[in-house]
């Protein structure tokens, strides 16, 4: 089902060349920073979260279930990236990353960079533990921005408030705090320090944990669900490319 699935999509997407279909490179995703240039068809499985080309007849991809998928597209010099970003990868800086790489391999302008962010799990959804905003802020001057805080409810206590003003027996002690991060917004800061204009960047409204109806969420479906890929590929009539 998945290799028809993906057969059907290639074939829409115009990735065939006569009878041949474009092949897809993937990789062993583990939440890093790590991304490859690929020149060709890889001989090994590649491990790492991030891919770069300026080879037409590839098929990069991602796949995710809350994590972001990005693409990065230099229309100028005809080549592009996608990249996998969970918080573990976005802390690590991949998608800043994403764009040196690209800038050291094809000689990219970030100022020439379109960037698309595709479907994820949204600041509405995605509650974390103080051990993760605490990386954040040890990164970025700006993580304050990413975060915001909230009070777990408590239907009884809203009811009935008077009741909770002395109490303090067990089941009675002020209620948790949950942390909610903006992944998107954390990308998005980072593509504008890397250059990239803030017009040129777009993201998906849609949260994989609010539409699992439609979209993978591996939060709202337990662990029990199925990917979604992030796609790029060069077409054969955009091969000539500008060289510095």
């Given at each position: 089902?998945?290799?028809?699935?993906?057969?059907?999509?290639?074939?829409?997407?115009g990735?065939?060349?006569?009878?041949?279909?474009?092949?897809?490179?993937t990789?062993?995703?583990?939440?890093?920073?790590?991304?490859?240039?690929?020149?060709?068809?890889?001989?090994?499985?590649?491990?790492?979260?991030?891919?770069?080309?300026?080879r037409?007849?590839?098929?990069?991809?991602?796949?995710?279930?809350?994590?972001?998928?990005?693409?990065?597209?230099d229309?100028?010099r005809r080549?592009?990236?996608?990249f996998?970003?969970?918080?573990?990868?976005?802390?690590?800086?991949?998608?800043?990353?994403?764009?040196?790489?690209?800038?050291?391999?094809?000689?990219?302008?970030?100022?020439?960079?379109?960037?698309?962010?595709?479907?994820?799990?949204?600041?509405?959804?995605?509650?974390?533990g103080?051990?993760?905003?605490?990386?954040?802020?040890?990164?970025?001057?700006?993580?304050?921005?990413?975060f915001?805080?909230?009070?777990?409810?408590?239907?009884?206590?809203e009811?009935?408030?008077?009741?909770?003003?002395t109490?303090?027996?067990?089941?009675?002690?002020?209620?948790?705090?949950?942390?909610?991060?903006?992944?998107?917004?954390?990308?998005?800061?980072q593509?504008?320090d890397a250059?990239?204009?803030p017009?040129?960047?777009?993201a998906?409204?849609?949260?994989?944990?609010?539409?699992?109806?439609?979209?993978?969420s591996?939060?709202?479906?337990?662990?029990?669900?199925?990917?979604?890929?992030?796609?790029?590929?060069?077409?054969?009539?955009?091969?000539?490319?500008?060289?510095?």
């Amino acid at each position: 089902m998945v290799e028809r699935n993906r057969a059907a999509f290639l074939s829409q997407l115009g990735a065939t060349g006569g009878k041949k279909q474009w092949p897809i490179v993937t990789l062993r995703q583990i939440h890093s920073d790590l991304i490859h240039c690929v020149q060709g068809l890889p001989k090994e499985p590649l491990v790492g979260d991030g891919l770069i080309t300026d080879r037409p007849g590839i098929v990069l991809a991602v796949q995710t279930a809350d994590c972001l998928p990005i693409i990065l597209i230099d229309p100028k010099r005809r080549d592009l990236g996608v990249f996998h970003a969970g918080w573990r990868g976005t802390v690590k800086r991949i998608i800043e990353k994403g764009v040196g790489e690209m800038r050291r391999w094809f000689g990219t302008l970030p100022r020439d960079i379109k960037a698309a962010i595709g479907p994820g799990i949204h600041a509405c959804c995605y509650d974390v533990g103080p051990e993760v905003r605490q990386q954040f802020e040890s990164q970025f001057a700006y993580a304050s921005d990413l975060f915001r805080e909230t009070k777990e409810s408590d239907p009884v206590r809203e009811k009935y408030p008077l009741l909770f003003l002395t109490a303090r027996a067990p089941g009675h002690s002020e209620l948790p705090t949950k942390i909610f991060l903006d992944l998107v917004e954390a990308n998005r800061r980072q593509l504008i320090d890397a250059g990239v204009s803030p017009k040129n960047i777009c993201a998906s409204a849609s949260c994989t944990a609010c539409r699992a109806d439609l979209l993978f969420s591996y939060r709202a479906e337990k662990g029990v669900t199925g990917r979604m890929m992030g796609v790029a590929g060069i077409h054969d009539s955009f091969s000539t490319r500008t060289r510095r």
